[in-house]
T-cell receptor, first 109, second 116 residues
Framework: GQSLEQPSEVTAVEGAIVQINCTYQ??????LSWYQQHDGGAPTFLSY????GLEETGRFSSFLSRSDSYGYLLLQELQMKDSASYFC??????????FGPGTRLSVLP | GAVVSQHPSRVICKSGTSVKIECRSL??????MFWYRQFPKQSLMLMAT?????????EQGVEKDKFLINHASLTLSTLTVTSAHPEDSSFYIC????????????FGQGTRLTVV
């Protein structure tokens, strides 16, 4: 089977840096993605890692270690609008995604 | 980027009736569509995977006779919740993938189903 683990909640203040970790167990691993979802909305794509290392996209960065079955999403210069749920997702063959339980990020003023 | 349109965004139906949710890829051919269900404050749970022109593959525990999926064309997949009950009330989201679109999943806007 497959399973993913993420912290359920994270709280930080505006301007801070926060790291959301994700560990996974799965067969047929192709890559690790991160999605953001605001309450009542659909998930939106943030990043994707297929190879080990760090991918940077503006204020967001994502890291993957395939040997450790571990990745993280790093959010810098936090803004109030970053308050949302963040899901890591393992992509398998056929672009079939398995989503983690989600981390609810609260950004405080 | 690729656009997926899901309709309706909200629906309220009476217990025992059926509801159809449509998922359309607007600017690409969706060879595969995925249907997810999300309960409040929980993650997205994959219900089924549908490939155009073939029967959907359902995840364990999902009743295929209750959640009918049709993927008759490369731009349209439908999910029909038959004989809906209050416990079927949830947020249903589709996503689509297609050739040349890489590894990103393109999601519809979601459908909030309330069964009363």
């Amino acid at each position: 089977g497959q399973s993913l683990e993420q912290p359920s909640e994270v709280t930080a203040v505006e301007g801070a840096i926060v790291q959301i970790n994700c560990t996974y167990q799965t067969s047929g691993f192709y890559g690790l993605s991160w999605y953001q979802q605001h309450d009542g909305g659909a998930p939106t794509f943030l990043s994707y890692n297929a190879l080990d290392g760090l991918e940077e996209t503006g204020r967001f960065s994502s890291f993957l270690s395939r040997s450790d079955s571990y990745g993280y999403l790093l959010l810098q210069e936090l803004q109030m609008k970053d308050s949302a749920s963040y899901f890591c997702a393992v992509s398998r063959r056929g672009q079939n995604f398995v989503f983690g339980p989600g981390t609810r990020l609260s950004v405080l003023p | 980027g690729a656009v997926v349109s899901q309709h309706p965004s909200r629906v309220i139906c009476k217990s025992g009736t059926s509801v159809k949710i449509e998922c359309r890829s607007l600017d690409f051919q969706a060879t595969t569509m995925f249907w997810y269900r999300q309960f409040p404050k929980q993650s997205l749970m994959l219900m089924a995977t549908s490939n155009e022109g073939s029967k959907a593959t359902y995840e364990q525990g999902v009743e295929k006779d209750k959640f009918l999926i049709n993927h008759a064309s490369l731009t349209l997949s439908t999910l029909t919740v038959t004989s809906a009950h209050p416990e079927d009330s949830s947020f249903y989201i589709c996503s689509a993938s297609g050739q040349g679109l890489g590894t990103e999943a393109f999601f519809g806007q979601g459908t909030r189903l309330t069964v009363v």
